[in-house]
């Protein structure tokens, strides 16, 4: 069986450099889906991206929502997915998709907003970041390893999943959850232009709609947000040596 997560996950990185970014979600995934032909294992589970929807059309967002993928990143998993659809219908290969929200938790890479905004505020009292309006669904990563795993069990080839809790949550809340957790009383929040989507590509919002998955495999997001960020906020307490707050992370 063959989870296959191995991707260039930043969306700022490829806005600087699309071309490594489709190569490698792109391209790679196209090399490992030419091995599958050879190797033809019992099973094959791609991560894509709730990213490949862009702007809502309607929310929660479900499987069938349009893709309009607004970031070269995205873009990347969109080619993915259709590569992948090419090769089950073609190849009868065995594959299930799976388009993960924000997957947030204890060993995220400073990329990620949720550990960006932690680190800065465990060193200090002084926030630099982008946009704070934008929202996201955020997944504890517990929950989204057992999504995987259950969809793992199906055999429901060809088909799509969302992973995700049916929550929008901004930046700004983050900053705020995180200041209170802390117990920062002060803090100042400095904008960062180069954080900032560029053009139009920053999507506003993104809330899943994961009743397909709970239908097939009962699967339900078990840690809320905040209890999530607790989590999260004493492992990066204990490990924060292992991250770089005063430098923007792509």
């Known amino acids: 069986m063959v989870f296959h997560l191995a991707a260039i996950p930043s969306i700022p990185y490829s806005f600087l450099y699309p071309q490594d970014v489709f190569e490698i979600n792109a391209l790679g995934s196209l090399n490992l889906l030419n091995a599958a032909r050879d190797f033809r294992p019992a099973k094959i589970v791609l991560a894509s991206s709730s990213e490949t929807y862009g702007d809502s059309k309607y929310v929660p967002i479900d499987e069938q929502h349009p893709q309009f993928p607004k970031s070269p990143y ?4 969109v080619a993915m997915e259709k590569l992948a659809w090419s090769f089950f219908c073609t190849y009868e290969l065995p594959i299930i998709i799976v388009r ?15 550990p960006t905004i932690i680190t800065q505020l465990l060193v200090g009292d002084d926030i630099r970041i982008g946009a704070l309006h934008p929202k996201r669904d955020f997944t504890f990563v517990l929950d989204t390893v057992e999504a995987f795993i259950k969809v793992a069990e199906l055999n429901y080839y060809g088909n799509v ?4 809790c049916n929550v929008s949550i901004s930046v700004q809340e983050i900053i705020d959850k995180v200041s209170s957790i802390l117990a920062k009383k002060e803090i100042r ?7 900032i989507r560029p053009g139009q590509s920053e999507v506003e919002a993104l809330r899943a709609n994961y009743a397909q998955l709970k239908e097939a495999t009962g699967w339900e997001p078990r840690f809320r947000h905040d209890e999530g960020l607790k989590v999260t906020i004493e492992w990066v307490e204990k490990n924060i040596d292992s991250y770089k707050p005063q430098i923007y992370n792509i």
């Open 74 to 77: 995205a873009a990347s998993k």
């Open 189 to 195: 929040i400095i904008t960062d232009e180069f954080r």
């Open 100 to 114: 993960p929200f924000n997957t947030y938790g204890p060993r995220q890479s400073a990329r990620a907003i949720t």
């Open 161 to 164: 999943f969302n992973v995700g």
